[in-house]
């Protein structure tokens, strides 16, 4: 009798410090990851002289073109050091990416081609001057 007692209060004993450890968390081990929006993240737009374009850089890496007002494409984007890639997921460059180097100076964000398989993209959205608005 006294052996049983023994061994349950021992079992109780090991149960309660395996429970108690389990229920304390760790914060100290939980990674944090800080998202930094990309430099070229904003609205911008530009002018043709016959037509103004609006290019819409997300912070999530979407973005959406627009000519006076009616949409052209929109899709995804990668930033790697001073390029972008674009990748439409709708208009006429779906399956075509674009890469093109990119400055900013003060407000005004510039492209120039590396690479685009969309002569559509190439030819009147992306190149040139692009203001902040």
């Known amino acids: 009798m006294k052996k049983s ?6 079992l109780i004993g090991f149960s309660a410090i395996i429970f108690n ?14 998202v930094t929006p990309p430099a070229v993240a904003g ?17 999530d890496y979407t973005y959406s073109s627009t ?3 009616a949409p052209i494409e929109s ?5 790697a050091d001073t390029s972008v890639t674009f990748n439409s997921t709708s208009g006429s460059c779906i399956g075509k990416p674009g890469k093109y ?3 900013i100076v003060g407000t005004v964000l ?14 009147g959205v992306i190149p040139g001057d692009w203001n902040k608005k």
């Not at 007692?5 to 021992?10: G, P, R, T």
């Not at 609205?43 to 016959?50: H, L, M, P």
């Open 110 to 123: 510039k492209f120039k081609l590396m690479n685009d398989s969309c002569a559509t993209r190439y030819a």
């Open 21 to 34: 450890s389990c229920s304390k968390s760790d914060t100290s081990a939980t990674p944090v990851v800080t």
């Open 5 to 10: 007692i023994l061994v349950l209060s021992m």
């Open 101 to 103: 180097s990119y400055t």
């Open 43 to 59: 609205s911008w737009s530009r002018s043709n002289g016959t037509a103004i374009f609006s290019l819409l850089l997300n912070s």
């Open 75 to 79: 899709g995804t984007f990668v930033v």
């Open 67 to 69: 000519m006076s007002g």
